[in-house]
């Protein structure tokens, strides 16, 4: 078991280790965050929509900022659109669980805003469908995904691919990014 554990660890730390020497993706995340940083500037939100394991992660990261990261702060406005479980089950029983994101976006979002999709993937439908929601709306996109994109490359204003086609590493990689972002913002906008 032991050197089970060791190859699990070994894995993610490898995975890390291509996201920092891939130079482009570093530029991604920095672009990724100027975006944040810009729209929260404007008095814009942030909104994050994810499934299972990308539903936490989204809810994580929309806490950081709504609550506080290193500084205390003023709260900033983000959200993480699975929250309201009575908004979700409706939508997904009255008309599809692919559209549950999209319809939230087109309720509460506006130009300007951030609409963050995780999907290690890349190719799940409802945060596809939310993506071409914002897109429609002037919604800036930043998608967190795995290696390629999936269907997420062409909808997302910045990509953030994980070099890996392995859930759990994928996972790992983004919530180590996503706190990057929310670091960086959250000084660009206390100083």
Do not use: W
């Not at 032991?2 to 660890?9: A, F, G, Q, R, V």
């Not at 994810?50 to 992660?57: C, I, L, T, V, Y």
């Not at 929250?83 to 599809?96: F, I, K, M, Q």
């Amino acid at each position: 078991m032991n050197t089970k554990i060791h190859n699990i660890i070994s894995a993610s730390i490898s995975v890390k280790q291509q996201v920092l020497a891939d130079t482009q993706l570093l530029q991604e995340i920095a672009a990724a965050t100027q975006a944040c940083i810009a729209a929260l500037k404007k008095g814009n939100k942030l909104l994050f929509c994810g499934n299972g394991g990308s539903a936490a992660d989204a809810q994580h990261l929309a806490a950081e900022f709504t609550g506080r990261f290193y500084s205390d702060r003023k709260a900033l406005p983000a959200e993480a659109l699975h929250c309201n479980t009575s908004y979700l089950t409706a939508v997904a029983n009255d008309y599809s669980y692919d559209v549950v994101y999209s319809r939230m976006v087109e309720g509460i979002a506006k130009e300007g805003d951030v609409l963050i999709g995780l999907s290690t993937s890349g190719n799940s439908k409802n945060i596809v469908k939310a993506l071409e929601q914002a897109k429609a709306m002037g919604v800036c996109t930043i998608g967190f995904t795995g290696a390629g994109g999936g269907a997420m490359k062409s909808l997302s204003d910045h990509l953030i691919a994980v070099p890996s086609k392995d859930t759990p590493r994928i996972q790992e990689a983004h919530i180590l990014i996503g706190p990057i972002i929310c670091e960086l913002a959250e000084a660009a906008l206390v100083s």
